[in-house]
């Protein structure tokens, strides 16, 4: 039997950890992404918006290890990446911006059961389990398709359960609302709010965080704004406005 997904909103904070980057320098390829970024991430849900090219990607990849800084920290519960290193899997997961680039398994219930064997289940308990959870999704008829013959927002739904049944500590989704439909991005808010783990959101949506706590407004690899979600959406969305009439002008 699976452990819950869902929990109240206090376990979720007694789960949170510590995550800090302090002076760090990233580069991807020749350009310098970020420049002595310091940021503490303690908060259950935080949101990441900014105009393409912000950086807000590279963030998550640096937070799962897919980047290491050229200088400066990265460092989940006081370990720094390397530190970090074999307990990583477990502590912080990503959800990719493009599900082909996460998605390995060319059927779905193989693709979510990998998840499940890295919590050390056997391949079949896994499979069950796997087949276990899209009948409690009521998807129990995607458990043999192909993955070539889901379309883009299935795809990411199937990479949003893979990311649940990995339960990594911390859940790092990039632009997860992109492909999917009204129905669709409903149930990953609902989702996303009842998680029982630390979630950082990248998103261009801004109605899916508005409503947080926290949400930092990357601007060309810097920190532009970061507060409570309603006050830096609407400084966003200024900001996007003024820049438009400029350009009508
Ligand atoms: N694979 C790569 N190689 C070289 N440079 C890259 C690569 N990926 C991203 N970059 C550069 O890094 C910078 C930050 O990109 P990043 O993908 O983090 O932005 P983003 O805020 O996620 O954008 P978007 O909203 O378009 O997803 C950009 O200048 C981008 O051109």
């Known amino acids: 039997m699976l452990a819950p997904f869902c929990t109240s909103s206090n376990d979720a904070a007694e789960s949170l950890i510590n995550i800090t980057l302090t002076d760090v320098v990233l580069d991807r390829g020749c350009t310098r992404v970020f420049d002595s970024l310091n940021l503490t991430l303690n908060e259950p849900r935080i949101g990441l918006i900014g105009d393409n090219g912000a950086g807000k990607t590279s963030l998550l990849r640096l937070l799962c290890g897919l980047e290491v800084p050229q200088a400066g920290n990265v460092c989940l519960t006081g370990l720094n990446l390397d530190e970090a290193a074999p307990a990583r899997a477990s502590l912080a997961g990503l959800m990719f911006q493009n599900p082909d680039d996460q998605i390995i398994f060319p059927v779905v219930v193989e693709e979510i059961a990998l998840s499940l064997r890295a919590h050390g289940m056997k391949k079949p308990q896994a499979l069950q389990a796997a087949r276990d959870l899209l009948a409690e999704r009521g998807l129990a008829n995607w458990a043999d398709r192909a993955i070539s013959s889901l379309s883009q927002g299935q795809r990411q739904h199937v990479c949003w359960l893979a990311l649940l049944a990995a339960r990594p500590r911390v859940l790092l989704l990039d632009e997860p609302f992109a492909s999917l439909d009204l129905p669709g991005q409903a149930r990953l808010a609902r989702d996303i709010a009842n998680a029982r783990q630390q979630v950082l959101v990248s998103t261009h ?45």
């Open 205 to 249: 949506l801004l109605s899916h965080v508005r409503d947080f706590a926290r949400v930092i407004w990357l601007d060309q690899g810097r920190v532009r704004a970061d507060g409570p979600g309603a006050e830096v959406c609407a400084a966003y969305e200024a900001d996007v406005a003024s820049r438009a009439d400029a350009s009508a002008d």
